[in-house]
């Protein structure tokens, strides 16, 4: 038995027949001493809900119950899992809820309308949707969000993406999105021997804040600006932004037409959607 009881996750992953599915972006994080870092990194659990995507077999869903959730809802799609994430629950009654379901299609806000305490979201992501997702959360026409916190995995070039600012060699639209709403920063790496089976890179967790009041804007036109500004990372604005307003669309903002993308800082990529 492991440290909560219930059986080694090598065993239920036998058990129950779960090899991961490359096709569903499945690496399972077996080792609990891992999957408690993670959740730790997500703060005091202590009373919150935990919304989690992608539990699989029930590891990380397992250390953030160690760890003092009050409520985990876990979104599982592949239904080979809701066996072994049926045992969790029975082991920790009324405090696992488990939705059979895509995360693509699912309604996150709805999920948390009745949660005790906090809700924060917490999941070694599947790497297939993981960017998607994330850009979902930080793009609600409300704010600040339905989550006190997120701490997510990602395949470590995405989360250097994620936490990057103008000038660096990563930045670009992820990270003028999560710059714009929130602070973010990478907590710690996981190596590829770390998963079953482990992937071709590195993993990173991204520990990540709402600000309470980020610059004022659209979310749809900041994501539009900076889909085109960073489609042409190369060229200068004045030809990368032509199809939104060009030369006419940076003197309003107040931008050299001749500066490229990466060099632009959030605040300068709002001032460009606010006149577009």
């Known amino acids: 038995m ?38 730790r990194a997500a703060g005091d659990l202590e009373g919150a809900t935990v919304i989690e995507v992608g539990p699989g ?13 009050e409520r985990v809802i876990a979104v599982e799609r592949d239904e080979r899992c809701l066996d072994a994430l049926a045992e969790v629950a029975a082991h920790y009654p009324g405090q696992l809820d488990v939705v059979s379901g895509d ?30 997702l994330l850009v979902r959360w930080l793009t609600p026409g409300r704010w600040p969000p339905f989550y006190a916190s997120m701490t997510l995995m990602f395949q470590r070039e995405v989360a250097q993406r994620i936490v990057a600012s103008a000038g660096d060699k990563a930045y670009g639209r992820l990270g ?52 085109a500004a960073f489609g042409q990372r190369r060229k200068m604005l004045r030809q990368s932004l032509k199809s939104l307003g060009g030369e006419a669309l940076l003197a309003r903002a107040g931008i050299d037409a001749t500066r490229r993308a990466e060099t632009l800082s959030v ?10």
Do not use: C
């Open 103 to 132: 995360a693509m299609e699912t309604d996150f806000a709805a999920l948390a309308t009745n949660a005790q305490g906090e809700v924060r979201i917490v999941a070694n992501l599947p790497y297939n949707i993981g960017t998607e």
């Open 57 to 69: 077999p029930g590891g990380l869903t397992r250390a953030l119950l160690m760890a003092g959730a």
């Open 176 to 227: 003028v999105l999560a710059g714009w709403r929130t602070e973010a920063k990478i907590a710690f790496d996981l190596p590829p021997q770390a998963f079953t089976p482990p992937p071709k890179v590195t993993s990173s967790v991204v520990h990540i804040v709402p600000r309470a009041a980020p610059l004022a804007v659209e979310p749809a036109k900041l994501a539009k600006i900076t889909e």
């Open 2 to 39: 492991s440290a909560d009881g219930l059986p080694p996750l090598r065993e239920v992953i036998s058990r129950y027949g779960l090899a991961a599915k490359k096709s569903l972006g499945q690496n399972f994080l077996l080792d609990l001493n891992l999957t408690a870092k993670v959740a």
């Open 267 to 276: 605040a300068e990529f709002v001032a460009l959607a606010n006149n577009a």
